[in-house]
């Protein structure tokens, strides 16, 4: 079974530029999770999408930005991008049912350097 | 406002020996709790989990103790192997009515096993 692909796994942007991410979940789970990790914040929460709809968020600012097509694929997009955006963003995968478990699978993530 | 904190960035433990890495949380809604573990260049894969309603489980020489009135948990790991040297994140979710809560996790324990 395929796990989490994440892409593009690394990439560099400057301030003021658009970045979007790709994610493919585990064939047959529809929840994705995304996550951003810094040395000093560890990993934050930043929203989760199940059969295409955002059902939770986490405090980031409306730059940070989602989607999730039919296939449970995800998208994430960061918008005028600052120095502090710098981080590994995760995402994971989970069958999303109603019964949390809290188990997810994560991805590599994908390191965006802005300059 | 960290709600779950590992207040020990690193760990040094002798191979063979008794690791404990130690999570402490404040937010009372939080009733199940996460163990996953990272390596370098790698997205956190779950190692163990604990529901509110348990004060123990354990699963091979992982075991996670809960103790709900110090709002504490905590992962022992016996005996230690160098393959446990990672990143150990803590993490907490609260169950909602509509499914899949974002986790909350902490800034991580790096685990060092000292042959």
């Known amino acids: 079974k395929a796990g989490v692909t994440q892409t593009p796994r690394y990439l560099i942007k400057t301030r003021g530029q658009q970045v979007t991410l790709s994610c493919s979940p585990i064939?047959?789970?529809?929840?994705v999770s995304w996550y951003q990790q810094t040395p000093g914040q560890g990993l934050q929460f930043l929203f989760e999408y199940f059969s295409e709809t955002q059902r939770n968020k986490g405090n980031f600012p409306g730059r940070f930005s989602g989607r999730q097509f039919s296939n449970s694929r995800s998208e994430m997009n960061v918008s005028t991008l600052e120095l502090g955006d710098s981080a590994l963003y995760l995402c994971a995968s989970s069958l999303g049912t109603k019964v949390n478990t809290g188990e997810l699978f994560f991805g590599e993530g994908s390191r965006l350097t802005v300059l | 406002d960290q709600q779950v904190k590992q207040n020990s960035p690193s760990l040094s433990v002798q191979e063979g020996r008794i690791s404990i890495l130690n999570c402490d949380y404040t937010?009372?809604?939080?009733?199940?709790f996460l163990w996953y573990k990272k390596y370098p260049a790698e997205g956190p894969t779950f190692l163990i989990s604990i529901s509110s309603i348990k004060d123990k489980n354990e699963d091979g020489r992982f075991t996670v103790f809960l103790n709900k009135s110090a709002k504490h948990l905590s992962l022992h790991i016996v005996p230690s192997q160098p393959g446990d040297s990672a990143v150990y994140f803590c993490a907490a979710s609260a169950k909602s009515g509509g499914g899949a809560d974002g986790l909350t996790f902490g800034k991580g324990t790096h685990l060092i096993i000292q042959p």
């Open positions: 064939s047959g789970h529809r929840s």
């Open positions: 937010n009372s809604m939080f009733d199940y």
